[in-house]
């Protein structure tokens, strides 16, 4: 038998192990590409899915971007933000938050919320939004029932680890009639919670809006009543007004000492650096033992 049957032989024989690999070779050279390497941070089951389907913002409304991270369950406490190209070309970053503070026992449902700050320029903004494992600190979220009990057991229970993971999703949005306005008003307020210390001392912690820019400051009013409009906010009393120092998504905290006893309903605004103040947060209710 001739060495180039031998060669054949050998080839048809290891068909069956090596299938579409190409080890079996005459020495020319493959019209294939090779194979790019898989990653274990790219090889993942995650999906990330823009959730907000405006792709158009006309002044004043709020630029803003929902998305969802989820495999086979929601994901929290990921890592993810968006970079952002303007119609200039000047690049900047966004943050994206789940919005999960102290106290809260609901989840997020996997749902991360971003917002561009001030925008000085009209037409089209390219967006590559991107979210991963959060070096190791990503969480599969516990399911949830109407059952407060049943939810109280579930949190107590250790969470699970995603694993890891990297995703992205480009996407473009245009804006109107920004440039040469003021900033749009700062995003309301829907995180806002409270803590009673031993003192009396009421710990207010909230995310600061994630267009709120720099130098922003809050005012945080309180009444014997619901805080829920623009009319009961301006019947309140003053509480404190303060500079913001968390940055935008970040958690920002205030300790008041000097609330009237009883019970007491609180709120907060926020205002930009042009001014421009946001609507009424959530209220929060302390009574005080």
Same mark, same amino acid.
């Given at each position: 038998?001739?060495? *180039?049957?031998?060669?054949? /032989?050998?080839?048809?024989?290891?068909?069956?192990?090596?299938?579409?690999?190409?080890?079996?070779?005459?020495?020319?050279?493959?019209?294939?590409?090779? &194979?790019?390497?898989?990653?274990?941070?790219?090889?993942?089951?995650? !999906?990330?899915? @823009?959730?907000?389907?405006?792709?158009?913002?006309?002044?004043?409304?709020?630029?803003?971007?929902?998305?969802?991270?989820?495999?086979?369950?929601?994901?929290?406490?990921?890592?993810?933000?968006?970079?952002?190209?303007?119609?200039?070309?000047?690049?900047?970053?966004?943050?994206?938050?789940?919005?999960?503070?102290?106290? %809260?026992?609901?989840?997020?449902?996997?749902?991360?919320? $971003?917002?561009?700050?001030? +925008? !000085?320029?009209?037409?089209?903004?390219?967006? *590559?939004?991107?979210?991963?494992?959060?070096?190791?600190?990503?969480? /599969?979220?516990?399911?949830? *029932?109407?059952?407060?009990?049943?939810?109280?057991? @579930?949190?107590?229970?250790?969470? *699970?680890?995603?694993?890891?993971?990297?995703? #992205?999703?480009? +996407?473009?949005?245009?804006?109107? $009639?920004? &440039?040469?306005?003021?900033?749009?008003?700062?995003?309301?307020?829907?995180?806002?919670?409270?803590?009673?210390?031993? #003192?009396? =001392?009421?710990?207010?912690? %909230?995310?600061?809006?994630?267009?709120?820019?720099?130098?922003?400051?809050?005012?945080?009013?309180?009444?014997?009543?619901?805080?829920?409009? #623009? $009319?009961? %906010? &301006?019947?309140?009393?003053?509480? &404190?007004?303060?500079?913001?120092?968390?940055?935008?998504?970040?958690?920002?905290?205030?300790?008041? =000492?000097?609330?009237?006893?009883?019970?007491?309903?609180?709120?907060?605004?926020?205002?930009?650096?042009?001014?421009?103040?946001?609507? /009424?947060?959530?209220?929060?209710?302390?009574?005080?033992?």
């Amino acid at each position: 038998m001739s060495a *180039t049957c031998l060669v054949l /032989v050998a080839c048809l024989a290891a068909i069956p192990q090596l299938m579409a690999a190409s080890s079996c070779s005459s020495g020319a050279p493959s019209d294939r590409e090779p &194979a790019a390497p898989t990653s274990p941070a790219t090889a993942s089951p995650v !999906d990330l899915t @823009l959730e907000s389907g405006q792709r158009e913002f006309r002044y004043p409304d709020p630029v803003t971007l929902r998305v969802s991270l989820r495999g086979p369950k929601p994901i929290s406490e990921a890592s993810v933000h968006g970079v952002v190209t303007a119609p200039s070309g000047n690049i900047f970053t966004i943050p994206f938050t789940d919005h999960i503070l102290p106290g %809260w026992t609901l989840p997020a449902g996997g749902f991360y919320l $971003g917002a561009l700050p001030r +925008i !000085d320029e009209d037409g089209r903004y390219a967006v *590559t939004i991107r979210a991963d494992d959060n070096e190791g600190k990503a969480r /599969v979220l516990r399911p949830f *029932t109407a059952d407060s009990r049943e939810n109280e057991a @579930l949190r107590q229970q250790p969470s *699970t680890a995603t694993g890891s993971f990297r995703v #992205e999703i480009e +996407i473009d949005i245009d804006a109107v $009639g920004y &440039a040469g306005n003021p900033a749009p008003p700062p995003l309301r307020i829907t995180t806002l919670y409270a803590e009673v210390d031993s #003192e009396r =001392c009421v710990h207010l912690f %909230w995310q600061a809006p994630l267009n709120l820019g720099d130098s922003g400051s809050y005012a945080i009013r309180h009444a014997p009543s619901r805080l829920t409009s #623009e $009319g009961a %906010w &301006a019947r309140a009393s003053t509480a &404190a007004m303060g500079t913001y120092t968390a940055g935008p998504g970040e958690t920002q905290t205030h300790v008041s =000492c000097d609330l009237d006893g009883g019970s007491v309903y609180l709120a907060v605004k926020s205002t930009n650096r042009d001014g421009v103040a946001s609507v /009424v947060s959530n209220d929060y209710h302390v009574v005080f033992e």
